[in-house]
Each structure stands twice: as structure tokens, then as C-alpha cells.
């Protein structure tokens, strides 16, 4: 290899340091040079490609129990920030961690009791039940599973959802289902 000046004369310092990189270079492994390919990427590097992504703590990286759910939830990362607010982003950010089905059924009614004022002596109270009459912003979510999440999954998962939903509408049932 070396390097030859314009005027035809060596610099044998300068190979030597030609010599170093290009063994250096050579011995690198590629997959690790790329950490954007989240399959390859060390297990220790993917919570710093998570902070990179905008995909820490309940916004999808704390719902992922396994490696293989954090490297999913990272690939699809920047399509949930792309869509956020919209129900495909939530369904997007659910099917990562492994559920094989989303439905999100938009304009919910959800039942209300409200007490009325009027009591028994026996110690039961009476209520009155309303609807909401008014439910465009409303939303509930329903998926599918080959296994049965635990409380802390289903808590992750409400987290993730309201991380990932539009302001203005609210959740109000979700249902985990297990085929």
C-alpha cells in the first residue's frame, strides 16, 4: 500500500499509518458499525437506539418485556412517530409486542351510573344510568394474543396506548384476548 508524494517520493510514516487503518478497517465488523440495523446491534445498545428513536418509557420501550419486542418496537418506530394520534399508529405500536391482532372501534358510547340522590334504608343505593350521548372521542381497543398478558402487561399497554393516542380522545375499554 503506500504512499507515493506528487514528486515520486515514499513517506514511509505515512504507510505505516496507512497500514494501521487498513487493518483496523478490516477487522471491523460491519454489522456493529450500522446500529440502525437493530436485528445485528448488541442487546446493551438497544435502549440507546430507543432514546434515539423518541421511543423511551411508556411511548413503547417499557411495554416490550423481550429482546425481540424491544428490536420491534425500534424498527417500527419511526412509522408510530409518523402517524401519531392516529389509531394505525396505535396498532402499529401494539402488534410489536407480539399481539397477532388490533381492533379500535372509534365512537364508543360508554355507559355511565351517576347517582340519582335516592337511597334505601337497607344500605343500597340506587343509580341512574346515562350514556354518553356524544361519543366521537371516544375509543376502544381490543387485541388478540397467543398468550395471556399479566396486570403489569395490561398497565404497559394502557400506557402505551394513551402515549400514542390523539389528545382529544379518550380510552375507554380495553380488552386483552387470548386466542
Known amino acids: 500500500m503506500g504512499r507515493i508524494l506528487a514528486t515520486g517520493a515514499r513517506v514511509p510514516h505515512i504507510e505505516v499509518f496507512d497500514d494501521i487503518y487498513a487493518a483496523r478497517m478490516s477487522a471491523l465488523d460491519i454489522g456493529q458499525c450500522m446500529p440502525n ?79 340519582d340522590g335516592t337511597q334505601a334504608y337497607d344500605g343500597t343505593a340506587q343509580y341512574g344510568l346515562l350514556t354518553l350521548g356524544n361519543a366521537w372521542a371516544t375509543f376502544k381497543v381490543e387485541t388478540f394474543s397467543d398468550f395471556t398478558p399479566t396486570y403489569e402487561q395490561q398497565l404497559q399497554l394502557f400506557k402505551l396506548i394513551n402515549e400514542n393516542k390523539n389528545v382529544r380522545s379518550q380510552l375507554v375499554e380495553l380488552i386483552t384476548t387470548t386466542n
Open 37 to 115: 440495523l437493530v436485528d445485528l446491534v448488541n442487546e446493551s445498545a438497544l435502549i440507546w437506539l430507543a432514546s434515539q428513536f423518541g421511543i423511551l418509557g411508556d411511548k413503547g420501550y417499557n411495554a416490550a418485556t423481550t429482546v425481540t419486542e424491544k428490536r420491534e418496537i425500534i424498527k417500527r418506530a419511526v412509522e408510530i412517530q409518523r402517524y401519531k394520534g392516529t389509531p394505525y399508529a396505535i396498532k402499529q405500536a401494539i402488534l410489536a409486542l407480539g399481539y397477532t391482532d388490533v381492533i379500535i372501534t372509534e365512537g364508543v358510547a360508554w355507559p355511565v351510573f351517576q347517582y
